[in-house]
């Protein structure tokens, strides 16, 4: 026998006493679990970035671009690619600004010094960032090639406390990139290498809004 007949059987056997009939929405599915651990919000979120080694800064709107320009200034970036939902006045003039499009090659990209992209939520408990391909975080591939991700987040709008919460928020049809920290891996001695499937630094800005901000 087969591993692919082994297989088979094996779902025939699990299905045996299901009706032919049934549809999967037919069966209601228990969802008492527990939806959230902590309620921590933005905090637990930056706590969570920084442990995956993601380096969390925290501005106002007003801020933003400074902040950004003062990112890529450190790091000594002259080109940046940005999809279209990025404001022009987030970057600063002293970059040179790629537009995403189809056109460009792993090639192109691996050329780019940096990239420059909202997201779609942000998830505290994991401190994960999910991006959904909106227009303001561009096709996947922007975000895996280009070795520095600057991820501008909006607090507290794009912050949520769980995975279900997250999911909720999140058009299945829509591609979706997850992000816990810089992309590592390591090798079977345990040693720590990061930019391997994805940008080596990554950067969370946390866009606080002034109203949000505890007062001094």
């Known amino acids: 026998m087969s591993s692919r007949e082994l297989i088979l059987g094996r779902i025939r056997r699990a299905l045996a006493d299901v009706p032919r009939e049934e549809k999967p929405n037919d069966v209601v599915v228990p969802r ?5 651990h902590s309620s921590r919000g933005v905090d637990l979120l930056a ?36 999809p ?54 561009g096709r996947r591939r922007i975000t895996l090639v280009p070795d520095h991700h600057i991820c501008v987040v909006r607090v507290p709008d794009q912050v949520v406390d769980s995975v279900p ?10 591609p979706q990139t997850w992000i816990s920290g810089p992309s590592a891996t390591s090798d079977i001695e345990l040693d720590r290498v990061e930019g391997v499937h994805g940008p080596r630094t990554l950067e ?7 109203k949000e901000r505890p007062s001094t």
């Not at 008492?32 to 959230?36: I, N, Q, T």
């Not at 919460?165 to 829509?174: F, H, K, S, V, Y």
Request: include cysteine; proline fraction near 6%; charged fraction near 20%.
């Open 32 to 36: 008492d679990y527990l939806r959230v």
């Open 84 to 137: 279209p939902g990025i404001p022009a006045k987030w970057l600063p003039g002293s970059v040179v600004r790629l537009e995403d499009s189809a056109e460009l090659t792993a090639y192109d990209l691996d050329a780019v010094d940096s990239v420059v992209t909202g997201c779609a939520v942000a998830i505290a408990e994991t401190g994960t960032l999910v991006l959904d391909a909106a227009p303001d975080q």
């Open 165 to 174: 919460q997250a999911l909720e928020r999140l058009d299945p049809a829509w």
């Open 204 to 210: 969370v800005v946390l866009v606080v809004s002034d």
């Open 47 to 82: 706590e969570n970035l920084a442990d995956y080694r993601a380096h969390v800064h925290r501005t106002t709107p007003a801020g933003l671009p400074a902040n950004i320009a003062e990112l890529l200034a450190a790091r000594g970036s002259r080109t940046v690619i940005a």
